[in-house]
């Protein structure tokens, strides 16, 4: 029994898969998709890191801060216990950043830079914040005009 219907063959033929050329497309589409997502992920982890350094950096200025109000000085010592220094990790509670603090442009006691400074594989990951500082009056740097470290 055999069909007079003209497409017949053309309808299994196509059926039966897909072309190489179909399928190098769609693995090119899934590597530019995969690439794209990759390096937005990557991005938000550095963002992600950078908020562990800024966070325990802004504690630091407030404990400073009230370390003044009560001692009319500030410290540079950020590990031993009140009443002679903050009470403070020397180390951001993940890891990524090393914390100290110095004296500032006027002098000890006076004024204060506090430092967060990227150690471990954050050094190699995110080149563009390896410091992040904020002093008594409030200013930081790395400058978030020029950088997006801060946000």
């Known amino acids: 029994m055999r069909s007079n219907h003209p497409h017949r063959g053309r309808t299994r033929r196509a059926a039966a898969g897909f072309t190489l050329i179909e399928l ?6 899934v590597a530019i998709l995969a690439s794209i997502a990759i ?7 550095l963002r992600a890191n950078r908020t562990d350094g800024r966070t325990i950096l802004m504690q630091i200025q407030l404990a400073e ?3 003044f109000l009560q001692n009319n000085t500030y410290t540079v010592n950020i590990a031993a216990a ?5 009470g403070m990790p ?12 110095a ?13 967060a ?5 954050q050094v190699k990951d995110d080149p563009n914040c390896l410091i992040f500082t904020v002093d008594d009056s ?3 740097t790395p400058d978030d005009t020029a950088t997006a470290c801060w946000h």
């Not at 006027?106 to 204060?112: A, C, D, E, H």
């Not at 400074?117 to 594989?121: F, K």
């Open 65 to 67: 801060q009230k370390f």
């Open 39 to 45: 390096s937005t992920y990557r991005n938000q982890t």
């Open 117 to 121: 400074t990227a150690q471990a594989n």
């Open 24 to 29: 190098m497309i769609a693995c090119g589409i």
């Open 82 to 86: 009140p009443p002679v220094g903050l």
């Open 103 to 115: 004296p500032g442009n006027t002098g000890i006691g006076t004024s204060f830079v506090a430092s």
């Open 90 to 101: 020397a180390v951001s509670p993940r890891g990524y950043y090393a914390m100290a603090v």
């Open 138 to 140: 409030g200013n930081r």
